[in-house]
Structure formats: C-alpha cells, structure tokens
C-alpha cells in the first residue's frame, strides 16, 4: 500500500522551543520534500533530499533543518522555533529522481505561540 | 524567481457543467502537475506531464508542448465530489523543485 505518513498530526509549540516533524514512505522513493502552505497560498519548498545524506535547499530553507539518514524516512527541524514558522506542513515522496508524480503525506498542523 | 500564475482563483459550477482551469508560467517549464486538495487539507495527484495531454475519467490535463509556458486542466460533467481547491506546480528544469500556484477555489453546486 503506497504511503506517505507524518507525525505528529498536530503540534503546539513555544516559541524557542525545538519541534520535530517525522515523515515516513513505503514506497523506496529516491526522493523526499519539505514544504508549508500558508492561508490561501500554495505550497512553498522548504527542503528536498535525493536520497540518503543529499539534501538541497528549497525556496524558503530559513529557519529549518532536514535529516535523511534512511530512505524512508525524511525529518524536518525547527531549532527555536518562532511565531511566523506556524503553518501547515507537507511532506512529500517521488521516484525516479523527481520526474515523477509527488505523493503528499496527510500534513502536520504547527501552532507556535 | 520562477511564477506559476493560476486562474481563475474561485470558481463556482453547476453540476453537469464543464469548464477550465489554467496556468501560466513566466518560464519555460519541463513538466507540470496538477493537485487537488480537499476540504481534510490532503493533497491528491491528479495528472503529471511532462509533454502532450492525459486523460482520467472526467478530468483532462494538456501542457504546450511547443513553449511549454502553459497548461490547462479540464472538467467534464461536474460533480459535487469535485468541490476543493486545485493546484498546478511547475518544474523549470533540472532540479526536480516545484513551484505551486496559488489554487483554483472549485465549488460544484446543485
């Protein structure tokens, strides 16, 4: 069964506090994403990972760190994590170094207050 | 940076009635996706392309293939199951990151 999972499902946080976003897929999938959507906006990229340990920048990798050390799994990090990082966020999977149809996990609510 | 531009923002249909949406992107572009996202927020795929048109029951996608700045997602029959706001994301090339849209808001009426 193809499957992209997050969790947790919805966090609240202090700001200054570390958060954790864990992203699984059982798919063998190269390639993994980070992203956020915002109120009435698409998607932004926040990182991408090739593969294991080979981890680019998106569009807005300011504030955020990633870490891939298997293939199915996919963490994103918030070191001291502020206000403006509340947002929605989306992990995504693709074979085939990307040219490939992205299958999006369910999403992560953060609220930081 | 790369600008995928989406229209209409909000639509509304009757049921049984057809319509389109577009994108257009202010580069050349090497695939496109389309995404529909329900009302639980999830995120489905509903077409990649890296050239030509596909087809998927009522819904049809086409990606100019010769400038590649535009792509177009048709409905065919409405349904109320259709209801939610589609997403188009566009690849420029070479890096496998996509930039999304901002979203058609689809209501399907009775």
């Known amino acids: 069964d193809m499957k992209v999972t997050q969790m947790p499902r919805y966090l609240i946080k202090r700001m200054g506090e570390n958060v954790l976003l864990e992203c699984g897929q059982d798919?063998?999938?190269?390639?993994m994403y980070w992203y956020r959507q915002d109120p009435g906006l698409g998607l932004q990229l926040i990182y991408i990972?090739?593969?294991?340990?080979?981890?680019s920048e998106g569009d807005i990798p300011k504030g955020y760190r990633v870490s891939r050390k298997k293939r199915e799994h996919f963490s994103l990090i918030l070191d001291s994590a502020k206000t403006n990082q509340t947002s929605v966020y989306f992990c995504?999977?693709?074979?085939?170094?990307?040219?490939?149809?992205?299958?999006f996990g369910p999403g992560t609510r953060l609220l930081v207050l | 940076g790369d600008q995928v531009e989406q229209s209409p923002s909000a639509l509304s249909l009757h049921e049984g009635t057809d319509s389109a949406l577009r994108c257009n992107f202010t580069?050349?572009?090497?695939?496109v996706q389309w995404f529909r996202q329900n009302s639980r927020g999830s995120l489905i795929s509903l077409f990649y392309l890296a050239s030509g048109t596909k087809e998927n029951g009522r819904l049809k996608s086409a990606f100019d293939s010769k400038e590649r700045r535009y792509s177009t997602l048709h409905i065919r029959d409405a349904q109320l199951e259709d209801s939610g706001t589609y997403f188009c994301a566009a690849e420029a090339g070479g890096n496998n990151k996509l930039t999304f849209g901002q979203g058609t808001v689809l209501s399907v009426i009775p």
């Open positions: 990972s090739y593969d294991v340990d080979s981890n």
């Open positions: 580069t050349t572009m090497r695939s």
């Open positions: 798919m063998s999938h190269e390639t």
């Open positions: 995504a999977s693709s074979s085939n170094r990307g040219r490939d149809t992205q299958y």
